[in-house]
């Protein structure tokens, strides 16, 4: 079974960075799909971005520009970089896996407890 573990939030001010980083375990990363998902208080989880196993990336359009998501293979990790960060970008990140890249959270079954990320104005 595979264990999805995220680390690296925190709180920062607006214009800060943060690096999210999310380990994986049960299986290697070489052959899967992870991706970032958030959830803002009160709101519905949204896709943050993805990173293919082939090699396909996305992002969502509201972070376009700000963060980057990659992968060592080597330690079976995704990162995603966070910079420019805004208040809106307040929310608990999860990283979750799954065969292939997809934009809607119900196409992934692994998931993480999440980390938290406050940014203040």
């Known amino acids: 079974q595979v264990q999805l573990v995220e680390s690296g939030g925190g709180s920062v001010q607006a214009g800060g960075s943060l690096r999210l980083s999310c380990a994986a375990s049960g299986r290697t990363i070489s052959r899967y799909t992870v991706a970032w998902f958030r959830q803002a208080p009160g709101k519905e989880r949204k896709f943050v971005a993805v990173?293919?196993?082939?090699?396909?990336?996305w992002y969502a359009d509201s972070v376009k520009g700000r963060f980057t998501i990659s992968r060592d293979n080597a330690k079976n990790t995704v990162y995603l970089q966070m910079n420019s960060l805004k208040p809106e970008d307040t929310a608990i990140y999860h990283c979750?896996?799954?065969?292939?890249?997809?934009?809607?959270?119900?196409?992934?079954?692994?998931w993480g407890q999440g980390t938290q990320v406050t940014v203040s104005s």
């Open positions: 990173s293919g196993w082939s090699g396909t990336i």
């Open positions: 979750a896996g799954s065969a292939i890249p997809s934009t809607d959270d119900r196409s992934y079954g692994d």
